[in-house]
C-alpha cells in the first residue's frame, strides 16, 4: 500500500483528491492544508510520496518542495497545481520534483495520470533504494560474504535466462531456489506432474522444499544425485556459494530413467491426497531420459554453477576493488584540496622559515667558531651501553685545544672510543659522566686526570639525549 501526503489550501480540493485516489485499491490518502503542517506530519511519521499545490499561502509548493529534499532526501514528490506557466514547470523540475501535473480537464482521467505518477516515482525511490543497498553491501569490507544474498550479487533477469537456456537445451526441469527451498527464480520446463499437481496439494509442496534443500545443500564434490523426496522422479542439485557463503542452491531434474517403479509412485498421489487418476495421466508425460544422460547434464550443472559461484566472487572483488579505488581517489582529492588550502599559509611562513634558518647558520658559525677557538679543550662524546650499563664512550667531535691538551691528534681520537684513546677500561671520568648522562643535571668539578697527571676543571653537562660535553680547563 503506498500511503501519499497530498497538500493544498483548498479543502474542497483536497477532500476531492482523496476520494479519488483511494479509489485505486494501492493509494491511501493523508491531507494537510499548508506547508508548515504538512511537515510536521513528515517529522512525525514516514509517508511514501507527497502531492502538493503550487500557489499556497506562507509556503508555495516549490518552497515546500526545497524543504523536504534538504530535510528528507529523495522522497517522491508531486507538484499538482492550476499554475500552467512553463516557468513553473521548470523551477519544479529544477528543485527536484518527481513529476509535473497540471490542473484541469476531466477529473477522472486526470487522477488516474496522477496516481500512474505516483506509483511511477515511488517504484523508482525502492529500486534506486535497492541499488544503494546492494552497492553498499557489495563494497564494505566490513561485510566480507557473511550478509551478502543472491539478491545482491546477481541479476535475477539474468540468471532466469541461463536457468530457461539451460533447461531447453538439457530437457529438465530447473529451479534455483533459497537454502530452505523458497524459490527464487521462475520454473522452467517443469512438468504437469510436478508443477499442477505435486505442488499444488499442501504436503506435496511442502516435500518438495525439503527435498531442494537436501539436493542444493552445500557440496563442492559434485552435484547431489537422487530421486526426489515428494514424487519420485530423479532431480539433482548443486549449491551456488559467494565465497565461503552458501546463498542458493540450483535445482534440476523432474524425469524417469528405465528403472522407474510406477506402482510406487502411484501410492504416493495417495499420499498426498492428489487425485490418483490425473496423477497417472500426468506421469505419462513426465520425461525420459537414461540413467547415464541424466547424470552429464547433473554434472554440467555443477560446472556451470562453480562458474557464478566464481564470477559472483569476482564480482563483489571488483565491486570493492572499484569502491577502494574510488576511496584512494576522494582521499588524494581531498589531501589536494587541504594543501591547497595550506598553500598560502605556507607562503607566509617561508619568510620565517627563512630567517630562521639564517639565525641558526648564524648561531652555528658562531659556535663553531668558538669550539675552534677557546683555549679550554671541547669534546663530544657519545655513551656507550650494554644491556643499560654504561661501558663506554665514543669521541664524536673535539676542538684543536683538547687534541694539545692530550697530545694526540683530531684523526686519532674522533670515532674512537676513550678506552682506545686512552689505552685503559674503564676510560677515564666514566663514572663522573654517567652520572650527567642519566641524570642530565651538569656538573663541574676539579680532578687530578689519571692520563694527563695534572689538576683540571672539567665541566661536563648532557647537550642532547645520549651525549655528554666536556669542557677541560687547565688550572
Not at 49 to 74: C, K, N, Q, T, W
Not at 104 to 129: F, I, T
Not at 188 to 216: M, P, W
Not at 368 to 388: P, Y
Amino acid at each position: 500500500m503506498i500511503t501519499v501526503l497530498t497538500v493544498d489550501d483548498e479543502p474542497t480540493l483536497l477532500e476531492v483528491g482523496r476520494l479519488f485516489l483511494e479509489r485505486m485499491s494501492d493509494i491511501t490518502v493523508e491531507t494537510a492544508s499548508s506547508g508548515k503542517e504538512a511537515l510536521e506530519l513528515l517529522g512525525g511519521r514516514p509517508y511514501d510520496a507527497i502531492i502538493a499545490d503550487y500557489d499556497m499561502p506562507e509556503m508555495s509548493g516549490i518552497e515546500l518542495l526545497h524543504i523536504v529534499r534538504s530535510r528528507f532526501g529523495d522522497l517522491p514528490f508531486i507538484l499538482f497545481t492550476g499554475k500552467g506557466r512553463e516557468s513553473v514547470a521548470i523551477d519544479a523540475l529544477n528543485a527536484g520534483a518527481d513529476f509535473y501535473l497540471q490542473k484541469g480537464g476531466d477529473p477522472r482521467s486526470q487522477y488516474v495520470e496522477l496516481a500512474s505518477n505516483v506509483r511511477q516515482a515511488v517504484r523508482r525511490k525502492l529500486a534506486e533504494d535497492a541499488i544503494r543497498h546492494k552497492i553498499i553491501l557489495l563494497t564494505s569490507p566490513e561485510t566480507e560474504t557473511e550478509s551478502l544474498t543472491f539478491y545482491d550479487v546477481f541479476s535475477i533477469d539474468d540468471i532466469q535466462k541461463i536457468q530457461d537456456a539451460f533447461s531447453s537445451a538439457t530437457g529438465v526441469a530447473s529451479i534455483i531456489t533459497e537454502l530452505d527451498g523458497t524459490p527464487i527464480t521462475k520454473p522452467s520446463n517443469f512438468c504437469h506432474l510436478c508443477n499442477n499437481i505435486i505442488r499444488k496439494t499442501e504436503k506435496g509442496q511442502k516435500n518438495c522444499y525439503i527435498s531442494d534443500a537436501v539436493l542444493g545443500r552445500y557440496h563442492p564434490e559434485g552435484p547431489v544425485i537422487s530421486p526426489c523426496l515428494s514424487g519420485g522422479l530423479w532431480d539433482a542439485g548443486t549449491s551456488i556459494s559467494i565465497g565461503t557463503r552458501h546463498v542458493a542452491n540450483w535445482l534440476i531434474g523432474q524425469v524417469l530413467d528405465e528403472q522407474a517403479d510406477y506402482d510406487r509412485m502411484l501410492l504416493y498421489a495417495d499420499e498426498i491426497g492428489a487425485d490418483r487418476v490425473a496423477f497417472e495421466e500426468a506421469l505419462a508425460l513426465v520425461p525420459r531420459m537414461s540413467r547415464q544422460q541424466f547424470l552429464s547434464v547433473s554434472e554440467a550443472l555443477f560446472i556451470i554453477a562453480n562458474q557464478l559461484s566464481l564470477q559472483g566472487l569476482q564480482n563483489v572483488k571488483q565491486a570493492r576493488e572499484i569502491s577502494r579505488r574510488e576511496k584512494i581517489e576522494q582521499d588524494l582529492q581531498a589531501a589536494n584540496e587541504q594543501i591547497a588550502r595550506a598553500e598560502e599559509e605556507l607562503r607566509e611562513q617561508i619568510n620565517e622559515i627563512r630567517q630562521a634558518n639564517q639565525y641558526a647558520r648564524h648561531q652555528e658559525q658562531q659556535y663553531q667558531a668558538l669550539f675552534m677557538h677557546m683555549s679550554d679543550g671541547h669534546a663530544l662524546r657519545e655513551m656507550i651501553t650494554d644491556g643499560g650499563v654504561v661501558t663506554d664512550y665514543r669521541f664524536i667531535d673535539v676542538n684543536p685545544a683538547f687534541e694539545e691538551l692530550i697530545g694526540k691528534s683530531r684523526d686519532k681520537i674522533v670515532g674512537m672510543t676513550g678506552s682506545v684513546v686512552f689505552n685503559r677500561t674503564p676510560p677515564p671520568s666514566l663514572e663522573l659522566f654517567t652520572n650527567v648522562y642519566k641524570t642530565g643535571t651538569p656538573t663541574i668539578r676539579v680532578i687530578k686526570h689519571p692520563i694527563l697527571q695534572r689538576d683540571i676543571r672539567i665541566s661536563v653537562f648532557r647537550p642532547y639525549e645520549g651525549v655528554v660535553s666536556t669542557i677541560l680547563s687547565r688550572l
